[in-house]
């Protein structure tokens, strides 16, 4: 057999026996207050949708005092929703007050539409009477960050957190005008990727095998030139159903704010969304 299958198989080994000594290792932690630490490591999978999109892009000339305003789902026919994703989501207490937490998702929503008339975005871009238009707007995510557990019983959680937000968030929209055999294309395109600092707050209260909590982030982001802030309250419960399973449902309200000026130009992308997130949701 290769030597390098034979080292892939010994590592395989390795991590199961780790994974299969983990929940014995959490359970045997020792108690704090009279209290023992029921959750040493916690992972939520399930899915995620953003509904009710509204996205807007402003860009003025300052210099010539004129600009315009584009709705991207009205005037662009861009989707409301993502559609269902895949969310994970999770945590590893290292004591009772501190702990690592991390969220990773993956969204986009796309859009097709014919202009009825000429749209010139403050000189910047310019969408022209009878041009068909395609919008796309990705964002992927994954946060990483630290919490601390300033108030953690059988009953009562509360926690501040601090972390990077490693993301990539891009903006396209491409307008094709087809005059004879030429066809012209333009197009408004940014970008933005990280990591960037994020801030939190938690909390939670668990009567018997339920929980109720109410999370709150604010992350500063990045589009290109343009540079703000996202945030994020989510209100959810959870139900104990098993001895160290269960589920979880959240309710989310969101607001991103990006803003430019620049060389006589300022510009501002507006969005907000609710969403909601349905989960399994293991602990050891």
Known sequence: ??????RTMAGARIALCGLCTLPSMALAQPEYDGYAIPDRFS?????????????QINLEDTELGIGANIDLEDDLNVEEDTGRVFRLDGYYRFSRAHRIEWTWYSTQRSGRAEILETVDIGGVVEVRFGARVESLIEYGVFKLGYAWSFINTESWEANLGIGANFYRDRVQVTARTFSGLDTEVRRFEEEGD??????SFGLRYMPGRWALYWDYDVVS????EFSGRLRESTIGVEHNTWEHAGFGLGVINSADFVETEDNGTEGEFDSEYRGW???LKTWF
């Not at 992972?43 to 996205?55: A, F, K, N, P, S």
């Open 194 to 199: 990280g990591p960037l600092p994020a801030a």
């Open 1 to 6: 057999m290769d030597f390098g299958v034979k």
């Open 221 to 224: 982001t990045e589009l290109g």
């Open 43 to 55: 992972l939520g999978l399930g899915v995620y949708e953003q509904t009710d999109h509204r996205t």
């Open 277 to 279: 997130r349905l989960y």
